[in-house]
Nanobody, 115 residues
Framework: QVQLVESGGGLVQPGESLRLSCVYS????????IAWYRQAPGKQRELVAG???????NYGDDVKGRFTISRDNAKNTVYLQMNSLKPEDTAVYYC?????????WGQGTQVTVSS
């Protein structure tokens, strides 16, 4: 059974950093694609960053240059390093795993950026 568990969210001030983690349980992690999405109140869920099994990355326009996604296949974990956080980054952040017909989501972790 594939399961994703996010952690690392919290309350920070503008300009500060956070690192989110998503731990994956189940097989196939190293050959799947992983992504971080976020959803702010009243808004649609949007892609933040993704990383393929071949380590290719892509980012949403709003986070390019500030966020970095990485994966550690030995630990079945994907990370999202978030720097220079802004109030508009406030959202619930979700981890997503895709491989062929497998499409799983974590429960989300809240990130709040406020002074």
């Amino acid at each position: 059974q594939v399961q994703l568990v996010e952690s690392g969210g919290g309350l920070v001030q503008p300009g500060e950093s956070l690192r989110l983690s998503c731990v994956y349980s189940g097989g196939l992690f190293s050959i799947g694609n992983i992504a971080w999405y976020r959803q702010a109140p009243g808004k649609q869920r949007e892609l933040v960053a993704g990383i393929t099994a071949g380590y290719r990355t892509n980012y949403g326009d709003d986070v390019k240059g500030r966020f970095t996604i990485s994966r550690d296949n030995a630990k079945n974990t994907v990370y999202l390093q978030m720097n220079s956080l802004k109030p508009e980054d406030t959202a619930v952040y979700y981890c997503n795993f895709k491989y062929v017909a497998i499409d799983r989501w974590g429960q989300g972790t809240q990130v709040t950026v406020s002074s």
